[in-house]
């Protein structure tokens, strides 16, 4: 029995810190699988996988490829699960094996002739937008968003806010200080909340050109040549 997992080195406990306690347990799997414990390994596997594909499905923008990069970032990890020594969580540890996975990835698709551009952002923004509800849905339109931010600021986003690590754990696994992820971070959010109104302000702009059509179509006078009864369809300016 693994758990409950004993505290992993450098990392202070604190009481009621739910977090930290799931992280250690976490490195405990990791650190039995590497004796070639198969329940540890099946544990460490399920414990992460929603983690990573969320990471490199938003990290890459491309949901298409999510499945074969986390795959490709256990099968790493597993060959190198030797090497783990947990100086660091095991979550950090496997994610930064993830962002070379990604980094791998885009370098290959970048060396490969491309047959076709991207779709505007705006266009596949559009296409995920529910119809008839406000906001955007979180899957499709957010990966869109998000592809149109600059690499180093998607990643410290995507860390700290949608795979929900700690500052300082996404400052080590991105090489900076974590004053530059904090600043990567602002400065994403308000680039995001920038495409968002703009976004929101088209959508607003389409629905008024929409309604005022047919709001005029309404107006269409009555037999006779009288104006349409208050509640037809008529203006409000018009029942005066």
Do not use: K, N
Not at 12 to 20: C, E, I, N, Q, S
Not at 82 to 104: K, N, P, Y
Not at 156 to 171: D, I, M, S, W
């Amino acid at each position: 029995m693994i758990t409950p997992a004993p505290p992993v080195p450098g990392r202070p406990r604190h009481p009621g810190d739910t977090a930290v306690s799931v992280d250690e347990s976490i490195t405990a799997w990791a650190l039995a699988a590497r004796s070639g414990d198969p329940d540890a390994v099946e544990r460490f596997v399920r414990a992460l996988h929603r983690d990573v594909v969320r990471y490199v499905a938003y990290l890459s923008a491309d949901p298409q490829a999510a499945d074969d990069l986390a795959q490709d970032t256990f099968l790493r990890a597993l060959g190198s699960l030797h090497r783990f020594e947990g100086r660091c969580s095991a979550r950090t540890w496997l994610l930064a094996i993830a962002r070379r996975a990604v980094v791998d990835s885009l370098r290959y698709a970048a060396a490969r002739p491309r047959l076709s551009d991207v779709p505007d952002w705006r266009l596949a923004v559009e296409r995920a937008q529910p119809s008839g509800l406000p906001g955007f849905d979180d899957g499709v339109a957010l990966l869109d968003l998000l592809a149109a931010l600059p690499y180093e600021r998607r990643e410290a986003f995507v860390l700290t806010q949608l795979v929900g690590l700690p500052y300082a754990e996404a400052a080590e696994l991105s090489g900076c200080p974590v004053g530059t992820v904090r600043s990567r971070v602002a400065r994403a959010r308000a680039t995001l909340m920038a495409l968002l109104a703009e976004t929101e302000t088209v959508t607003g702009t389409e629905t008024g050109a929409a309604a005022g059509t047919g709001a005029a179509a309404g107006t269409v006078a009555a037999p006779g040549g009288a104006a349409p009864p208050v509640g037809s369809g008529a203006p409000a300016a018009l029942a005066a």
